[in-house]
């Protein structure tokens, strides 16, 4: 396990003729998701370059461990952050030792963090007048798709950048998108959380209608699955529902996060998003019952409630 020591020679340029090259990777964000993201990379031969303000994850004795945000980026190329929300993104990117600090002329900073997009049009216009370039990168398939490599990856940001972190992004997931601009990515995540957030209130209807109206709510999602009802969300999140198993894949917390930045971003837009409004609500509601580190799918404990039965 090294420490951060004297600067390192820039990495040879990747030929265009190779997939997988070795990199000077920074990572800031080793939480449930981001230490198996990390382990892929590690595991793939890049040299990884780390900050962590608590307990070192087991597995990267080979990493280099910095005192600070500032010193992964001046020990790598591209500079990864996984975190919570807007705020630590802000505060591990512009505080005084933080990334910006340590940012020279043709570096990437990539955000897979799920924060707002307006805010990061703003964070990439700051990192860009450094003469670095910024992708916004958040991430769907919760801690599954990171351990398994199968996240979808949506990226903001321009083609050039966008192809030179590819293969890092294809060692982390399995669908990966350009989607545009900075903050496009952000806006694509937004996007998804709204439609999952749906549907999770659908499928949660669904089964509690079901049982309150006699019929078995296992059978009904089974039938539901061969017809233009089925999802994932009915497959995975039903069976949760079904079975009361609602150890966190994803936090209520943090698809609350994602819903109060999409309604935020809505009215800066002006425009309503009034379905997306309700989905808080219920997701409000199970905060309200001790539930916020509950798995999203949780959200059935709302509709339970108002309709006073219970699906199991």
Same mark, same amino acid.
């Given at each position: ?17 190779? !997939? ?34 608590? !307990? ?69 216009? !700051? ?112 069976? !949760? ?72």
């Amino acid at each position: 396990m090294r420490e951060a020591g004297v600067a390192r020679a820039a990495s040879a340029p990747c030929p265009a003729s190779r !997939r997988i090259c070795s990199m000077r990777v920074g990572f800031i964000g080793l939480g449930i998701m981001g230490a198996p993201m990390a382990g892929h990379l590690r595991d793939a031969g890049h040299e990884l370059f780390l900050y962590v303000r608590n !307990r070192r994850p087991e597995g990267f004795e080979a990493a280099t461990f910095c005192a600070s945000p500032a010193e992964v980026a001046e020990g790598s190329d591209i500079v990864i952050l996984m975190l919570p929300n807007t705020p630590e993104v802000e505060e591990v990117l512009f505080a005084e030792a933080g990334v910006a600090a340590g940012l020279s002329e043709g570096k990437i900073l990539v955000d897979m963090s799920s924060i707002s997009p307006i805010a990061t049009k703003a964070f990439a216009a !700051r990192i860009t007048e450094l003469g670095c370039d910024y992708l916004d990168a958040p991430v769907s398939g919760g801690e599954v798709g990171a351990k398994e490599a199968t996240l979808a990856i949506m990226v903001g940001g321009t083609a050039e950048a966008f192809e030179r972190v590819r293969p890092l992004f294809d060692l982390m997931g399995k669908n990966v998108t350009h989607v545009g601009a900075a903050g496009d990515g952000q806006t694509a995540k937004v996007a998804n959380q709204i439609v999952v957030g749906l549907t999770i209130g659908a499928v949660a209807e669904a089964l509690v209608f079901a049982a309150k109206a006699g019929a078995d709510p296992a059978k009904v999602r089974e039938a539901l699955m061969g017809g233009f009802a089925g999802s994932r969300i009915l497959e995975v999140h039903g069976k !949760r529902m079904l079975e009361r198993t609602f150890k966190p894949g994803f936090r209520i917390e943090l698809h609350q996060k994602d819903l109060e930045n999409a309604l935020s971003s809505a009215r800066l837009l002006q425009m309503a998003l009034p379905a997306t409004a309700l989905c808080q609500q219920l997701f409000n509601s199970c905060a309200a019952q001790g539930g916020a580190g509950w798995d999203h799918s949780a959200l059935v404990r709302a509709i339970e409630l108002v309709g006073r039965h219970e699906i199991a």
